[in-house]
């Protein structure tokens, strides 16, 4: 923590020093709109990143250390020029937060996040609203929306307790999101860590995930991602899906997973389908140096899922899966199940390539099973059963 702190001051030092050497009119400081900390500072925000927005040079929103509440945010561009925000404080999300998202930002063309603050959603009195039946809440508000934004970086900062997903991307196109920590507790409900659909050239790298859902969840229509020193846990893992649930899903295609780590997680990296409703593909899916910590279901293909019994058919899943290879994945399986792949009967997974599997359990009896596929194996397989 100590490090950590020292870094970020650092930061801000280097922040500091590069603001006080460029062009003032770069500056927007929400400080000086009216802002100050323990105060809300909604309208000093919106008022400097539309000056931001508004500069024909490039600019900054700046967000000094402090605490601060803020209400929703909702901007768009186009800006006339590139706008970072550079967070060094902590913004405090109204416990009761209206709508679907807190902050949205859309339809901007470089764009970046970068600081060491915290945006914190103010999940912990909305994980456990049902005991509080004299009180209304909206469970549903996510931290922090990107639509439409291309040219992008989100870099440094800390989503923290979100009252559904952390991040949603949706619409973006090259938009990179590095050295994040994205936190909350185990068992907060639907607190995905970063959810992507319908996007391309994406990357998530160098970033810590601990939520109560999947660390990074994968939509539709996702195009080249690339997930590279991800820490994941506690949470559900990295998945592919669900698909197959909506009419005119699009495909999701070029999905590269390298290096990272999952510790006690409940999955380790999947891809899930729904059975018998809508048709979709997925292909050109690869995970490759993972190293797994106590994880149940380390590797799972899952195409008949359907939580809490909500499938309407338990016929096959029309979703096809091709192009798929998990090589050099080892560690340690919290129960027996260490490679579970179920493929559609009526599309079999095709092209499934499994190399230097090493998966072990306590008590020795970790299993692979695979239906409705015949995956290529080379190297170690451990467990055999595939």
């Not at 996510?142 to 979100?162: A, C, L």
Request: glycine share 8%; charged share 15%; aromatic share 8%.
């Amino acid at each position: 923590m100590a490090a950590t702190i020292r870094f970020c001051l650092l930061v801000s030092l280097f922040a500091s020093i590069t603001l006080t050497t460029t062009v003032q009119a770069h500056v927007f400081d929400v400080t000086k709109y009216g802002g100050s900390p323990n105060s809300d500072i909604t309208q000093a925000f919106l008022k400097a990143f539309a000056d931001a927005c508004a500069s024909p040079i490039a600019a900054f929103v700046v967000i000094p250390d402090g605490t601060y509440q803020i209400g929703v945010v909702n901007v768009k561009g186009p800006c006339k020029a590139p706008v970072e925000i550079q967070l060094q404080g902590i913004l405090k999300a109204p416990v009761n937060t209206p709508g679907d998202a807190w902050f949205t930002f859309g339809y901007i063309d470089h764009f970046s996040i970068t600081g060491c603050g915290t945006f914190d959603g103010m999940g912990s009195a909305i994980y456990a609203y049902t005991a509080l039946s004299s009180v209304s809440y909206n469970p549903r508000a996510q931290n922090i929306r990107f639509n439409y934004i291309t040219n992008g970086k989100v870099e440094g900062i800390t989503s923290k307790d979100s009252k559904q997903f952390h991040i949603n991307v949706l619409g973006c196109k090259n938009l990179i999101f590095c050295k994040m920590t994205i936190i909350a507790p185990a068992d907060s409900p639907n607190t995905d860590g970063i959810h992507i659909g319908r996007s391309s050239d994406i990357q998530v790298l160098d970033t810590k995930i601990a939520t109560g859902d999947d660390c990074i969840s994968i939509g539709d229509g996702l195009q080249h991602l690339t997930v590279e020193r991800v820490t994941c846990g506690p949470g559900h893992g990295i998945s592919v899906g669900s698909l197959g649930r909506y009419p005119n899903e699009a495909p999701v295609q070029g999905i590269w997973v390298r290096q990272c780590t999952f510790k006690g997680t409940d999955n380790g990296v999947r891809i899930k389908s729904w059975p018998d409703m809508e048709p979709c593909e997925v292909s050109d899916v690869h995970f490759d140096d993972i190293t797994m910590d106590n994880v149940c279901n380390p590797i799972i293909i899952d195409q008949v899922y359907c939580p809490s019994n909500e499938c309407k058919s338990k016929g096959p899943s029309k979703v096809t899966i091709r192009d798929v290879s998990f090589k050099n994945i080892k560690g340690t399986v919290r129960g027996d199940d260490a490679i579970m792949i179920s493929c559609s009967p009526a599309h079999p997974c095709a092209n499934l390539c499994m190399s230097n599997i090493d998966l072990t359990s306590p008590t020795g009896k970790a299993k692979a099973t695979c239906l409705n596929v015949k995956p290529i194996i080379t190297g170690t397989m451990n467990p055999a059963g595939c």
